[in-house]
């Protein structure tokens, strides 16, 4: 059976539109809501995969060994201290939280940073495996209370319950006793704080940088704040139950590396106070000098 010349015509117009459409990786889904012909980067590399664009490592923290001993702390209470280099100390709240933590464990051990985190009874309780994590992963853990009561509005019965309560879970989970507290909410009074240290042997730790990432204001907002706020020897605040906070935080902590900081845990910050050198297993030599220079400039204190 013979076709007809314009039978002959519309397979041919048929055969050129399906090469065209095949030719290109982007069609119909350049111009809508399906992004699976893009990889993280924006780069496009087909529907169904490909190569995708190899990521460059994170910048690293240097390996910092400062001997910290408690009976070595000067204040009753720390929001920062007085240091001539670039030190700081990054912590997270009111975790450990079963999603958030282990991401953000993950994104500190990439850099080879040093934090702390000040934990609720209660979730050490619930988690104890992610405090053992912490503590193996050289990371240092603070006493938050059992159920995040404001030390200054309960009486002495109930603090040390509360107090008492979280070392407790701690101890039963890693076989670490803490050394620091943060009260809740930063709710505490001078009564507390020499009651603390008294019977307790803690420090009350505060903090210099507050990003409010718990008023969720956003993973650029958070890191912004966090980069643009920070000054040698300050103690920043951060809330690992909040995935904004744990998204903000590759940018946060890259900026802060970039701009010549270097992290320590909140104890090693108040070591840092009572010491002239520091030993580094890095090519940084002596990084207390006052000589190291913050994103090209020298900072004053």
């Known amino acids: 059976m013979r076709t007809s010349p314009i039978t002959q015509l519309g397979f041919l117009t048929l055969a050129i539109i399906l090469m065209l ?3 290109s990786t982007g069609g119909k889904y350049e111009n809508s809501d399906n992004t699976a012909y893009l990889d993280g980067e924006g780069k496009r590399r087909g529907l169904f995969g ?8 994170p910048l690293q923290n240097p390996n910092i060994n400062i001997r910290v001993d ?29 999603v958030h933590t282990p991401r953000l464990l993950d994104i500190l051990k990439r850099r080879n940073i040093r934090a702390t985190f000040f934990v609720v009874g209660t979730n050490a309780r619930r988690y104890p495996q992610l405090i053992r994590r912490i503590i193996a992963e050289g990371h240092e853990i603070g006493n938050h209370t059992v159920n995040h009561k404001y030390l200054s509005r309960i009486s002495i019965e109930e603090a040390r319950a509360e107090v008492l309560g979280c070392e407790k879970a701690i101890v039963a989970a890693c076989g670490v006793k803490p050394r620091i507290l943060r009260p809740p909410g930063g709710h505490i009074n001078d009564r507390v704080k020499v009651w603390l240290k008294k019977e307790f ?9 507050d990003p409010e990432d718990w008023k969720r204001p956003g ?5 912004r704040r966090i980069i643009s706020e920070t000054d040698p020897g300050e ?3 951060a809330h690992d139950i909040h995935g904004p906070t744990i ?12 701009n010549g900081y270097r992290f320590v845990t909140v104890s090693q910050l108040i070591a840092i106070e009572r010491r002239s050198v ?6 940084d030599n002596n990084l207390l000098s006052s000589s190291i220079p913050l994103n090209g400039k020298k900072r004053d204190q």
């Open 201 to 209: 042997g803690y420090s009350t730790i505060m903090w210099a940088v």
């Open 278 to 283: 520091a030993r580094i297993s890095s090519n």
């Open 219 to 223: 993973s650029d907002v958070v890191a």
């Open 235 to 237: 103690i920043v605040l």
């Open 247 to 258: 998204a903000a935080m590759p940018r946060a902590l890259d900026g802060l590396l970039s």
């Open 50 to 57: 490909g190569r995708q664009k190899k990521k460059s490592a």
């Open 21 to 23: 459409g095949c030719s």
């Open 70 to 98: 408690p009976r070595l702390a000067r204040s009753l209470t720390y929001s920062r201290v007085r240091t001539e280099g670039p030190f700081i100390a990054m912590t997270f709240d009111d975790g450990p939280h079963p």
